[in-house]
């Protein structure tokens, strides 16, 4: 027995902590409400449905995009010089990554693949603001985690990482192979975001 | 128990429907938990595991010591991601007050959780050791097994456990329902209110 999913909890559910105002509260929404559904783009359903066949594979693509001028076809978005601009743009990002362990790059390209199978979606909601002041930004909410976020996650892991190097040291010694390990990470770590920086 | 604001996991977002996280926070956790992850095994043992959560919660030690008890059901002495996983999302559920979604939701994994022992069974003591992490007063505790513990054992196996989740649920509802419908009522009472000055003005 499944309760009702049509009944929504209320909107002071969305607030945390104490329910003050924040000024990061901006960046939260557009970060977090953008995960929550591809379907930014304001379109009635029944004009992106007749666009799909009965096994849902998108066609006529080219009649999408007589409907709306603005907007490119899905398999174009691969071969548009914008996507790659984008991906210039972003590269830096990605090669601190290139000196890390083989488990995240092995996730990399795994994901990849993954976001080029996710690229026509949205790239499409991408080239909806192709007009926007914003463009990298709006694109980089698509395809990446935003920059602000980035940053915190990284510096919060190196904190985080901080104290328990302190602990192995304290619990195991400083000559011990996990220790030197975990110090190596660090400055790894380190050595990457200033690089990042430097660039 | 809550979470630090302004960290990383602040800011990801639970549906409050299915109280779980969508595709993309996903992606970003697994990012966050490979940085975390030191030593390349997909795993964080019990120094890192500490750390992480004293960093971003207000929890005590041995709050994280069990915590850490509880997710390592292969005794181990190391979590990986999909333990990592559910304990974010039990750290957003109460954070975001959904708490009694979220035991509705995915009753049978917490109640594997809360099964200690593999009895297929739960303690009052257990779940007395484990309540902060769905905020539920010690009193409704006592309560709950009170009420729901049928067979009459002393433990709750997994039916009593649902049928709480299901009560719980549908109390937290009322009460949500009884509050939009006070909040309607106190707006009402504000619009009579300037209604009536403004015909006060009218006429004098």
């Given at each position: 027995?499944?309760?009702?999913?049509?009944?929504?909890?209320?909107?002071?559910?969305?607030?945390?902590?104490?329910?003050?105002?924040?000024?990061?509260?901006?960046?939260?929404?557009?970060?977090?409400?953008?995960?929550?559904?591809e379907s930014q783009l304001n379109l009635p359903l029944s004009e992106v449905c007749e666009n799909f066949d009965e096994e849902g594979i998108y066609v006529d693509k080219t009649q999408w995009y007589r409907h709306n001028g603005s907007w490119e076809d899905d398999e174009e978005d691969e071969g548009n010089s914008y996507p790659e601009e984008l991906?210039?743009?972003?590269?830096?990002?990605?090669?601190?990554?290139?000196?890390?362990?083989?488990?995240?790059?092995?996730?990399?390209?795994?994901?990849?693949?993954?976001?080029k199978a996710e690229k026509p979606s949205s790239m499409t909601s991408v080239e909806g603001f192709m007009h926007s002041?914003?463009l990298?930004?709006w694109a980089?909410?698509q395809n990446?985690?935003?920059?602000?976020?980035?940053?915190?996650?990284?510096?919060?892991?190196?904190?985080?990482?901080?104290?328990?190097?302190?602990?192995?040291?304290?619990?195991?010694?400083?000559?011990?192979?996990?220790?030197?390990?975990?110090?190596?990470?660090?400055?790894?770590?380190?050595?990457?975001?200033?690089?990042?920086?430097?660039? | 128990?809550?979470?630090?604001?302004?960290?990383?996991?602040?800011?990801?977002?639970?549906?409050?429907?299915?109280?779980?996280?969508?595709?993309?926070?996903?992606?970003?956790?697994?990012?966050?938990?490979?940085?975390?992850?030191?030593?390349?095994?997909?795993?964080?043992?019990?120094?890192?595991?500490?750390?992480?959560?004293?960093?971003?919660?207000?929890?005590?030690?041995?709050?994280?010591?069990?915590?850490?008890?509880?997710?390592?059901?292969?005794?181990?002495?190391?979590?990986?991601?999909?333990?990592?996983?559910?304990?974010?999302?039990?750290?957003?559920?109460?954070?975001?007050?959904?708490?009694?979604?979220?035991?509705?939701?995915?009753?049978?994994?917490?109640?594997?959780?809360?099964?200690?022992?593999?009895?297929?069974?739960?303690?009052?003591?257990?779940?007395?050791?484990?309540?902060?992490?769905?905020?539920?007063?010690?009193?409704?505790?006592?309560?709950?097994?009170?009420?729901?513990?049928?067979?009459?054992?002393?433990?709750?196996?997994?039916?009593?456990?649902?049928?709480?989740?299901?009560?719980?649920?549908?109390?937290?509802?009322?009460?949500?329902?009884?509050?939009?419908?006070?909040?309607?009522?106190?707006?009402?009472?504000?619009?009579?209110?300037?209604?009536?000055?403004?015909?006060?003005?009218?006429?004098?």
């Amino acid at each position: 027995m499944e309760e009702n999913p049509s009944k929504v909890l209320p909107e002071s559910s969305d607030h945390r902590g104490s329910g003050k105002v924040n000024p990061s509260n901006d960046i939260r929404d557009l970060w977090t409400t953008a995960t929550l559904s591809e379907s930014q783009l304001n379109l009635p359903l029944s004009e992106v449905c007749e666009n799909f066949d009965e096994e849902g594979i998108y066609v006529d693509k080219t009649q999408w995009y007589r409907h709306n001028g603005s907007w490119e076809d899905d398999e174009e978005d691969e071969g548009n010089s914008y996507p790659e601009e984008l991906d210039e743009q972003t590269l830096p990002e990605q090669e601190p990554h290139q000196g890390s362990s083989t488990e995240p790059h092995v996730a990399e390209n795994g994901d990849d693949s993954k976001m080029k199978a996710e690229k026509p979606s949205s790239m499409t909601s991408v080239e909806g603001f192709m007009h926007s002041p914003h463009l990298a930004y709006w694109a980089e909410q698509q395809n990446r985690l935003p920059l602000p976020l980035r940053e915190l996650m990284k510096n919060e892991a190196l904190e985080i990482l901080n104290k328990a190097l302190r602990s192995y040291r304290s619990g195991i010694g400083r000559e011990h192979f996990l220790t030197k390990e975990l110090q190596r990470y660090i400055d790894g770590i380190k050595k990457r975001q200033d690089t990042g920086q430097n660039v | 128990m809550k979470l630090k604001t302004g960290s990383f996991l602040w800011y990801l977002y639970l549906d409050k429907v299915y109280c779980l996280l969508s595709v993309r926070n996903v992606k970003v956790l697994v990012e966050y938990f490979h940085l975390l992850d030191v030593h390349g095994k997909n795993t964080l043992n019990d120094v890192l595991f500490y750390h992480f959560l004293h960093h971003v919660t207000d929890l005590k030690k041995k709050q994280i010591k069990i915590v850490f008890d509880m997710l390592d059901w292969n005794a181990v002495g190391e979590i990986g991601f999909d333990q990592f996983y559910i304990l974010v999302c039990i750290l957003l559920a109460h954070q975001n007050h959904l708490e009694e979604q979220f035991l509705y939701r995915h009753s049978r994994p917490v109640f594997d959780l809360l099964d200690l022992d593999g009895e297929q069974r739960i303690g009052e003591a257990t779940f007395q050791m484990y309540r902060f992490l769905f905020n539920i007063h010690k009193q409704e505790l006592t309560e709950l097994f009170h009420e729901f513990d049928i067979t009459g054992d002393q433990l709750l196996n997994y039916k009593e456990f649902k049928l709480y989740t299901i009560f719980s649920m549908d109390k937290y509802q009322k009460r949500q329902q009884a509050e939009r419908e006070r909040e309607n009522l106190q707006l009402k009472n504000q619009n009579k209110g300037k209604d009536k000055e403004k015909i006060e003005l009218f006429f004098f």
